[in-house]
């Protein structure tokens, strides 16, 4: 008997009011090497992005730290004035100090700084989902949070998310603000933050896994293939449509420098898995 095909829903609110396509775009790739200074090829950049939201893409995840501002500065220039249903997403806690070097300053006076820059960068009065990079473990998470309740107040932030949390950080979040997302690092074979994605799930807010490919484990790697090839695929195309079955709140923002790469990361979203394919890649967090 044939395997059942599994469904997946193609789009998801944040926060009530924004209906977005699952699938969307991470823009960390488009800066240099190390995620620092200028993209080698700027026109290929521009050509990304102008290119994804062609596709459909309508969710575009950066941060002030990619470049640093670089990422921020090119989005402007390819897309504003943005189309109206395009959700941009930045973040703001992490400085730059050299290529690869991320050091977390979640301090209020910090914050204040960086929403300022992105605000400026992306051309904009108010950003749409305002993300915290990291909770700082040098200064009083509610410190933090509070200077994000305060921003949203004063209406220069629409939604705030969270990245690289655990739940007990999500209800802290919870008494400054309404979490309407977070960024959790997630993947077929790594799956720590389980918890928090159901957590998440239970309560609609949105999970966007960064690194979204893992990689490295070889076993985990012949069952993908394998699948990849039954589907006419890629492995990465297979990877991210077992995140798009997996869980209806989950955001795909898988990231890519050149526009052939993008054209085929997006046509995961027309990949159907099976029941079948489903369960066996559902075995690859104990592999």
Aim: net charge negative; charged share 25%.
């Amino acid at each position: 008997m044939a395997s059942t095909t599994s469904s997946f829903e193609k789009t998801f609110t944040i926060g009530g009011d924004i209906t977005i396509n699952r699938l969307g775009y991470g823009a960390m790739r488009i800066t240099g090497p190390g995620i620092w200074g200028p993209p080698k090829d700027k026109e290929e950049s521009i050509r990304v992005l102008k290119r994804a939201v062609e596709l459909g893409v309508n969710f575009i995840d950066t941060a002030d730290s990619y470049g640093p501002n670089v990422s921020e500065e090119l989005i402007a220039e390819a897309l504003h004035p943005y189309p109206a249903d395009l959700l941009i997403g930045t973040k703001g806690g992490l400085l730059r100090t050299g290529p690869n070097e991320w050091p977390v300053d979640s301090s209020p006076e910090h914050l204040k700084e960086a929403l300022q820059g992105s605000l400026k960068r992306l051309k904009v009065d108010r950003i749409d989902l305002y993300q915290l990079h990291r909770i700082d473990p040098k200064v009083p998470a509610e410190k933090s949070f509070e200077f994000l309740q305060k921003a949203q107040q004063e209406g220069k932030i629409r939604h705030i998310g969270l990245s690289e949390v655990s739940v007990a950080d999500i209800k802290l979040a919870q008494q400054f603000f309404e979490v309407v997302s977070i960024q959790n690092m997630y993947s077929v074979d790594n799956r720590k933050w389980e918890a928090e994605l159901e957590y998440t799930r239970d309560h609609n807010i949105a999970f966007i896994p960064w690194f979204p490919l893992g990689g490295g484990n070889v076993q985990g790697e012949a069952i993908l293939n394998r699948i990849a090839a039954k589907h006419d695929a890629t492995l990465h195309q297979i990877a991210l449509s077992w995140l798009l079955h997996h869980s209806p709140n989950i955001l795909l923002i898988p990231g890519t420098s050149s526009v052939k790469h993008l054209e085929e990361n997006m046509k995961t979203a027309d990949i159907q898995l099976s029941e079948d394919d489903i369960d066996i890649l559902n075995t690859l967090a104990d592999a």
